[in-house]
């Protein structure tokens, strides 16, 4: 640790926890220090940090905050247990029919909901597409609670979205206007992206302006690609290619892209995808309840694409709990590529952390080491459920739930302090959320 801080407190000690520091490196039991919003030093145990907070992490993990690299907070929320037992398309359709009635108030309810449970599972960051509704209420909650994020414009000009066409072409045109909702966003903590919803709801002319304002603005871009039998079957009627392929004949596939899904690969799929070094964003929840496929997970990290876990949100996961997600990865590509070896607990977590941050172009994140953000989440190791302690990453990733979950921490800043939302009422923001959610149900349907 530099003198400069010895010679002063500083902001954070989180003392007596097992730092799991997901950069591949093993498990200690140490001492996180953290100042001015970063991590300064990892101590050793024992050693004497004078601090102005100190969080005593004995019998917990301390590893970094989860990293949610694609979801839908805010309209998944209003549609959570609404339609199950159904195929991707008709959800979608269904879905749609109650996007038509939002409004900023409930959309502003719903964020904060979503927050909550986010910052209670230990979710610090996470990159949210917008299927081309507001975006400002989002930007709102995130003062109220503030999480990272990355938000995504949606555009779509097809399928169920063309209501949105009108809307969508002119926001491209004039991207400053259309995000003038979002001015306060600060560009670190909360960043914008471009989100055209998928292949079958956007034109060719709308991926195309798509890449030029991203390549102008220097804005990641946030898509969903092969998510299904559905889409592959209306990609060969309609232009006798994969969805991979297409997008890479017409120009768009670059570094900058997150895709999300990719449960429908063909080998010459995943080539292009590591040629082009996009990144890839896996929802294996969403992905089996949809029956949207199985990603070829083995072959995409033998390729080396950046292969992230994601959420998708509360609709088509049910949960914002990344626990899960982790349980399920693990143990749906054991199953599938018959390989019990495949997908270790260490990289199953470093999938939650570290990858992830890097598929939604956040390299920064994801690990605990000297001088990166202080994004950190604590959990509690002494329930039931995951004694005796043997492997305290194995027991992370098939053991530990949400509800384990005491801090999280986001830029040296508690977010969620001993189990509690710092600074919100969430009896409050559950009620009015439910409020909001019934009313819009009631009028949608």
Partial sequence: MAEAVLSRPVDLAIVGGTVVPCDGSDPITATVVVHDGRVIDIAEHGQTIEARRTIDASGSAVLPGFVDSHTHVASNMLLRGLLEDTELFAWLDTMWRL???????????????????????????????????????????????????????????????????????????DFDTASAGAANIDGDRVRLALSPHAPYSCSEAMWREVRALADDRQLPIHTHVAEGLNETAFMQETYGKTTVQWLHDI?????????????????????????????????????????????????????????????DGPASHNTLDTFQEMKYAAVTHKQ??????????????????????????????????????????IVDMSGAHVAPLYDIEAALVYGSRADDVTHTIVGGQLVLDDRQVVGVDEEQVVARFTEHALALRDRSL
Avoid at 285 to 301: E, I, P
Avoid at 350 to 364: D, I, N, Q, Y
Wanted: some cysteine; hydrophobic content about 45%; aromatic content about 8%.
């Fill in 99 to 173: 996007k038509q009635n939002f409004d900023h108030e409930t959309l502003y309810w719903a964020s904060m909901c979503g927050l909550v449970e986010m910052a209670k599972s230990g979710i610090t960051c996470f990159n949210e597409h917008f299927d081309a509704y507001a975006v400002t209420p989002q930007a709102r909650a995130l003062d109220d609670i503030q999480l990272r994020a990355t938000l995504g414009y949606g555009f779509a000009d097809g399928g169920v979205y063309a209501d949105v066409g009108a809307w969508s072409w002119a926001a491209l045109a």
């Fill in 251 to 311: 120009g768009f596939l670059a570094s900058d892209i997150t895709a999300a899904h990719c449960s429908q690969l063909t080998a010459s799929d995943i080539t292009l995808l590591a040629e082009h070094d996009v990144k890839v964003a896996h929802c294996p929840v969403c992905n089996a309840k949809l029956v949207s496929g199985t990603m070829d997970l083995q072959s995409l990290l033998a390729a080396g694409v950046t292969v992230g876990l994601a959420t």
């Fill in 336 to 377: 599938a590529t018959g390989d019990p070896t495949f997908l270790t607990t260490r990289q199953v977590l470093g999938m939650a952390t570290r990858e992830s941050a890097k598929a939604m172009h956040r390299p920064e994140l994801g690990t605990i080491a000297v001088n990166t953000p202080a994004d950190i989440t």
